[in-house]
């Protein structure tokens, strides 16, 4: 009979008793039943040799590749806070604390500069703020000397320095997709401290040149609560220690150049501190004003000088015209002066759009200066015909008998004589308009010629 409790882990054993079992005693299904389930743990006992054989090898790769690249700095035990000791050390307190300031080396790159508002006079910026300096209280043990990486998290746990910007009105970290910080541990204890930064700042500008102006701001950092006896803050490159994008550019401004500065700033109540500055000059595009401001005060001029070639006796032509001209220069000028901050002074654009409005103003009275016409007779002059206008040879005979029984009244003779021709001079307006068909334009351009070498 076969026995069940015989069985044996080798396939070869268990093969030999089953077909024996299977070729004297059991019928035809039970000996092909039997011999199928005899096949399958045969099967089934090679799957599982294979299948330990394979765990084995893979143990020992494992190993061998941990024994190749231990390290303590990337394979470590525990937590961080226990491979720095953070927990071993009071970081309220700077580093070497008591004893000499601490160098603090900052260096920076300047990612854009995102506006200029003259209106609030300020500006926007963003940039990578990077802080250097060296903590003994977290320097660990490496075999490769490699650095630590983290990111914002750990730095609530030690000490960074607390540099904060002077004068700004707006900033912030960058916390998409997670807050914009990075904080690097040498094994030696030196760190490096890196945060991605938009801030708003004020930058006082002056306009008396505008728009032919330019604009130096600076933006400036500093310690807030450790004076230059605690902290010593400092580019740690010089000038190399300020990096700019090549692709910075602003529609309104062209940025001349970058530099820094540091200087010691002095409070009456706390002391001395070490100030930083990052510099930066624009200088304004000229071309936009050109064709929104200059060309069409220009032409607003110009058009005023068609006035003298209109008959002087074309009242309702002549008014409307300088009325005109005057209403469109103040138009510009309010233009202007919306888009700019509510100055004390005169600026550059004010001097040159005042001018041809105040000059576009006589244009109008020249045509009212002919004496032989009443005020009414003026007005209503449009609705005579040409024969009922005085001929202009009476109209001298007139002017000449007008002034000489003037003159005849007057105390001396030669007073009379000067008073006369002056007269006549100015009620003569076919001359006014001749010599003013000349002096105007000659003036303007003379205007121009001082105005742009002395702003430009």
């Known amino acids: 009979m076969f026995k069940p409790g015989g069985t044996s882990t080798t396939g070869g054993v268990w093969s030999a008793e089953c077909l024996t079992a299977v070729s004297c005693e059991m019928p035809y299904f039970a000996k092909l039943f039997l011999l199928i389930f005899c096949l399958v743990l045969l099967v089934e006992s090679r799957k599982h040799r294979r299948r330990r054989w394979t765990s084995q090898l893979e143990v020992q790769k494992a190993s061998h590749i941990y024994k190749k690249n231990h390290d303590l700095t990337k394979t470590r035990k525990g937590k961080t806070e226990q491979l720095l000791r953070v927990d071993d050390h009071d970081f309220t307190m700077r580093p070497a604390f008591g004893g000499p300031a ?57 000490w960074v320095p607390d540099v904060f910007f002077v ?18 541990v040498f094994p030696d204890g030196h760190v490096l401290y890196s945060m ?19 604009q130096t701001c600076s933006l400036e950092l500093e310690s807030y609560a450790y004076t230059d006896e605690d902290l010593m803050l400092y580019w740690k490159n010089g000038n190399e ?37 990052i510099n930066f000059t624009l200088h304004r595009h000229i071309f936009f004003f050109l064709l929104q401001t200059y060309f069409p005060a220009t032409l607003m001029v110009m058009l005023s000088w068609v006035s003298f070639w209109i008959d002087h006796r074309a009242v309702p032509a002549r008014v409307s015209l300088g009325i005109t001209t005057v209403l469109t220069m103040s138009t510009i000028i ?49 609705g005579y015909t040409r024969s009922q206008v005085v001929p202009e040879e009476e109209k001298q005979e007139k002017m000449v008998v007008h002034l000489t029984m003037s003159s005849e009244s007057n105390s001396s003779r030669k007073r009379g004589l000067k008073g006369h021709v002056g007269l006549r001079i100015i009620q003569n307006t076919h001359a ?13 351009i003379f205007f121009n010629l001082i105005y742009w070498s002395v702003f430009s």
């Open 102 to 158: 601490i160098p603090v080396g900052v260096d920076v790159q300047v990612e854009s500069l995102d506006s200029i508002s003259e209106v609030d006079m300020d500006f926007t910026m963003t940039l990578y703020l990077r802080h250097y300096w060296k903590d003994e209280r977290l320097s660990f043990p490496s075999i490769t000397n490699k650095s630590m990486t983290f990111d914002g998290r750990l730095v609530k746990k030690i």
């Open 167 to 184: 004068h700004s009105k707006r900033s912030f970290i960058h916390d998409t997709t997670t807050d914009n910080i990075m904080l690097r």
């Open 196 to 214: 991605r930064i938009t801030v708003t700042a004020m930058c006082n500008m002056d306009f008396s040149r505008f728009p032919l102006d330019s």
């Open 241 to 277: 220690s300020l990096k700019t994008d090549e692709k910075i550019s602003l529609s309104q401004f062209l940025i001349q150049k970058f530099h820094t500065t540091s200087r010691l700033a002095f409070y009456s109540s706390t002391g001395w501190y070490n100030r930083l500055y």
């Open 334 to 382: 309010t233009g202007v002066n919306a888009s700019m901050p509510r100055v004390s002074y005169i600026k550059a654009v004010d001097i040159y759009l005042w001018f041809p409005c105040m000059c576009g103003i006589p244009h109008s009275k020249t045509m009212m200066l002919d004496g032989n016409y009443s005020e009414s007779d003026a007005n209503s002059l449009a």
């Open 432 to 444: 006014i308009d001749k010599y003013s068909r000349l002096i105007f334009p000659g003036t303007y």
